[in-house]
């Protein structure tokens, strides 16, 4: 008999879902649990229906490539078992009944810090007790690596693609580090390098981690969400996760395969202003477009908030976000939403100081100003900048630049260019006539004619802007 105590704190958990939620909840446990309900079926209490790890890696198998990574269906196993149920010994063995089963979904789906982290400590360590820094970045990378794996596997990666993004396996070492780099001891410290993974951090160091980095949250619920196929298809409270990864447009069927991995995609698009994260568009590429300034500025100006990218001769991955449409002018532009960031071989966002407001910069065919594209600092000594002499740049910082607070992004101080891109971010500008907006002249036939008679047809007709070079994909 189920002690009071227990269906009370189960009935309030269950409470948290909506009806749909608590069905399709149920119907989870119920095929995990398959295997073990009918043998006993004359003695129901005997049969209690529980999930075994088998259960959950069986489930995966059954297809041929598994949603979810074997590490993670182990660690999310652990999860489950380390619930304590009231009035039960732990007794129960290898199995989770189906009271552990609810309070770990409704833990990790709908709780708040404080409930996820008991959970998350066992997903981490079996063991519980202080755990070293090595496992909390193993536990880091093991989930980084399977949201990437299971958004491919469910075809969620809105036209992202592990074939046209770069190797995403050093992206998801870099992205655990960085999140790793928040990691704060009592007294406030940071440890770092190899000093941290020998650390002991413990229960409460962890919960505070959890607390202020909210990807980690996010990651585990799409993770359960899409890798158990639970709850995916119904809305959120949160929009954290509809805008994980933007759509992306513009690369479709062109053979070109982005500076970009998926975990950067994901970690730079989470500090874009939220109403830019749902969409990027590719409007520069140097592989695409050629190797010249003149060709990048026709395909970046007036096109609205945009990411840059550039690869340097040393494989260094770095760029900026420019919260305002490029204009070809001898003065800085932007506002304090703009940001310089790194992406190999670390992985970093820098934000405004507040110092200056230099935020963005380009210029080209001026005799007296520097000709280029800049980010952060000042002339001759930008945080980012991009020569009209196209592939060389420079990124200085000594110590570091004085808008964005950004350390030399480049491996060497002055660089060579080996490759770029520029992707639009958020809606095109109303001016870019794009919106799927016609022209004047195709909507009106009347206004033709009367522009025919006065012989301004030719210009009009040059200045209607073609549309984007991947509107029709879905």
């Known amino acids: 008999e189920m002690g009071n105590a227990e269906s009370n704190a189960y009935q309030n958990h269950l409470s948290r879902f909506l009806p749909e939620e608590q069905s399709d909840i149920d119907g989870l446990f119920d095929t995990l649990s398959g295997s073990s309900g009918s043998a006993g079926a004359k003695n129901a209490k005997a049969a209690k229906k529980t999930v075994t790890l088998a259960a959950l890696q ?15 269906t182990a660690r999310l196993y652990n999860g489950m078992k380390s619930i304590d149920l009231p009035g039960k010994s732990s007794g129960l063995g290898e199995q989770i009944a189906k009271e552990q089963f609810v309070i770990f979904m409704s833990n990790i789906l709908k709780g708040n810090a404080d409930e996820k982290i008991s959970i998350i400590m066992r997903m981490i360590a079996k063991t519980g007790g202080p755990l070293k820094g090595k496992q909390i970045q193993e536990f880091t990378e093991d989930l980084i690596t399977s949201v990437v794996h299971v958004l491919s596997y469910r075809k969620e990666l ?15 070492k870099a992205l655990a580090s960085e999140l790793l780099s928040e990691l704060k001891l009592p007294d406030g410290t940071k440890p770092v390098g190899s000093q941290l993974l020998e650390t002991n951090f413990d229960q409460s160091v962890i919960e505070d981690w959890v607390y202020r980095v909210p990807q980690i949250s996010v990651f585990l619920s799409v993770v359960i969400r899409q890798g158990l196929h639970v709850l995916h298809s119904l809305p959120d409270q949160t929009n954290d996760i509809l805008n994980l990864v933007p759509l992306c447009k513009g690369i479709k069927g062109r053979g070109v395969v982005s500076l970009f991995d998926i975990p950067a995609i994901i970690y730079i698009n989470s500090h874009l202003p939220a109403e830019m994260q749902h969409k990027w568009q590719l409007l520069f590429s140097s592989r695409l477009h050629g190797e010249s300034f003149s060709q990048l500025c026709a395909h970046i100006v007036n096109k609205g908030p945009c990411i840059v990218i550039i690869r340097d001769l040393d494989g260094f991955l770095f760029g900026g976000f420019a919260s305002h449409s490029w204009e070809v002018k001898p003065q800085f532009q932007g506002d304090n939403r703009c940001f310089l960031f790194s992406v190999f071989p670390t992985l970093a966002v820098y934000t405004y100081t507040g110092y200056n407001d230099h ?15 800049g980010m952060g600092g000042q002339h001759g000594y930008f945080g980012l900048w991009i020569d009209s002499d196209y592939g060389k740049g420079h990124s200085k910082a000594k110590p570091r630049c004085t808008t964005y607070n950004s350390p030399q992004l480049s491996a060497k101080e002055d660089f060579t260019l080996d490759a770029m891109e520029v992707w639009a971010v958020g809606d095109a500008p109303e001016s870019a006539g794009r919106k799927g907006k016609k022209s004047i002249l195709d909507v009106d036939p009347q206004a033709q004619a009367l522009l025919e008679m006065a ?7 040059g200045l209607r802007e073609p549309m984007g070079e991947d509107e029709e994909d879905d």
């Open 158 to 172: 809105k036209g992202w693609s592990l074939e046209n993004t770069r190797d995403s396996s050093s992206g998801v």
């Open 58 to 72: 069986a489930r995966h198998s059954a297809h041929t490539r598994e949603p979810l990574p074997e590490p993670m």
């Open 359 to 373: 935020y963005m910069y380009l210029n080209h065919g001026q005799q007296t100003m520097p000709n280029g594209l």
């Open 455 to 461: 012989g301004k047809s030719r210009q009009s007709e």
